[in-house]
């Protein structure tokens, strides 16, 4: 998968192929889809088949970790992306609140479908996104941990169970997963930072320089705070990661600075929200498929 191209079909595990299998079937007896899509990069981490799967079906695109992605930039993402559809940035893991916004937004994403009535009352909806974007928690969340199950889904004797919700309506007790878009290494190092790629399927060094190079160009003064490194000795991604390791001692036989335990330092300290609020991918420089994308450092990919 390290060196996957094109739309990343061929990197498709046996797994991911049957889990897309069961959401096309799943998605054909439901009436709105819960896409949860990653705050930090509304756009690598959404799979744009799952447009075409759907078919005109109501939907609501969520955007979780909104705790972990910069505001204002997020704001710009949802102005957007509202364009298109019914879009809420969210932290899933926040107050009660959360549920009457995804309601909120499924009542508007409904509406031109089903006027006059109370969708939320009687709407099935499904939940589903790429790996590590929130869809469990989501789930969890919007069941209240219950699982009332009030049947099985249509063409499926065990399995899948219809759980209903305190708001009305129900909701397919398992997530549906979407393979992620593997198309250029501008998305496979996103997909890494955010966890929807599994820990061997990229070369942690390579993604972590990437991710490091980021942050230290949008954020110049970040790195330096957590890690005491120099500007001067970020002259590229590398050479910030073997500024990490030297500062954390990390380092292998013979003293040479181990990129790669300095990627994974990186790696926890974005995903723990230590780094602060930090966004992948901006709204005015998208990255469009199959593009190497034009941002500072990714125009030589390994
Ligand atoms: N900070 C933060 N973490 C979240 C949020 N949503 C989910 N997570 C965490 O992200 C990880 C993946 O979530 P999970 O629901 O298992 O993702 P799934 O693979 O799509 O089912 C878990 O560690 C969650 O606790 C959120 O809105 N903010
Ligand atoms: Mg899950």
Redesign the pocket.
Known sequence: MGTATGDGRGALTGHMVRAERALREHLGVVDVVWE?ADARCPGASRNPRLRRLCAGKPAVLVL?????AEEDVTRRWIARLRAEQVTVA?????GDEIMNVLWSATRSALEPARTGQRPHETCRAMVV?I????????LNRATGGRHAAVGAAPGVTRGPQWVRLPQGGQVLDL?GVMAPRLSGWAVIWRLWAI?ALGAQAVDAETAGGSLCEWIQTRHPRTLEGRYGIAEREMRDGSAGLAAIAVRRGLLSAGGVPDGNRAAAALLADFRR?LLGAVTLEVPADPIREGDGSTERGEAARP
């Open positions: 949860v979780s970790k909104a705790d972990l969210i932290d899933l893991r926040g996104g790996p590590n974007t929130g869809k469990s928690t989501l997530p966890g929200g």
